[in-house]
């Protein structure tokens, strides 16, 4: 009975590494700075701080698997760390997206093609008038 219970768990397991590893596929087939090339800043960000919370999860399950108690473990402080980034990057998200909807960014285009540059021209402003006043 426990043996049966045992390799069932096995199994699940099994088929959860699977299914990760299929997940991951189009990210592990590909080097990292060609993924990278095509996405804009902020994906660069959520894809970095993907990576670095993943990383520590697994980090975090073998040290659970272990026998090993991962909230005494300095992990626990680096899952944290992360958490308070993709936090940033969440917030970042709305006030970009806020800022576009009400006008207060404006988009240029590069001229070479690539990903259009966002200028705030509230921050343009202070630049200007401090440079000037600084003389």
Not at 23 to 29: E, R, T
Not at 53 to 64: E, G, M, P, V
Not at 81 to 101: D, L, P
Request: charged residues 25%; contains cysteine; positive net charge.
């Amino acid at each position: 009975m426990a043996e049966e219970r045992l390799q069932k768990q096995a199994d699940q397991f099994g088929l959860a590494v699977e299914n990760v590893h299929r997940a991951l596929g189009p990210i592990l087939n590909q080097p990292l700075d060609q993924i990278v090339a095509k996405l804009t800043a902020i994906q660069r960000c959520e894809l970095e701080a993907l990576v670095a919370y993943s990383i520590n999860t697994l980090f975090w399950i073998y040290l659970k698997v272990n026998g090993v108690p991962p909230k005494e473990h300095p992990v626990i402080n680096e899952l944290q760390r992360v958490q308070r980034y993709i936090a940033k990057i969440n917030k970042t998200k709305v006030a970009a997206t806020a800022a576009e909807t009400d006008g207060s960014a404006r988009t240029v285009g590069t001229g070479d093609g690539s990903r259009p540059m966002q200028v705030d021209k509230d921050a343009a402003g202070r630049l200007i008038r401090n440079a000037i006043n600084s003389k």
